[in-house]
């Protein structure tokens, strides 16, 4: 599914099409809605590198038992547990 963002939009936010993604990315990941991977993916960044942008701009990552045992789980299906 691809998302139209009106012209209107990108110009009176005075960002970037890439920027407003970004934006769009970090909020989305601030509350919850995407994992890091899949925020780091979306903007075509390593996680290395996402999490370098978090912290310049003072966010931190959130990361719960869930995402453990998650994480615990794909290392597993690689064969590195």
Known sequence: MSLLIFDELVQASGLSEIELLQELVLLLF???KLTLGKASCLLGM??????TLL??????????VEDLHEDVKN???????
């Open 55 to 64: 912290a310049s701009r003072d966010l931190y990552i959130h990361y719960d």
């Open 30 to 32: 601030q509350r919850e």
């Open 75 to 81: 290392l597993q299906d690689l064969g590195f547990l």
């Open 46 to 51: 390593t996680q290395l590198e996402f999490q």
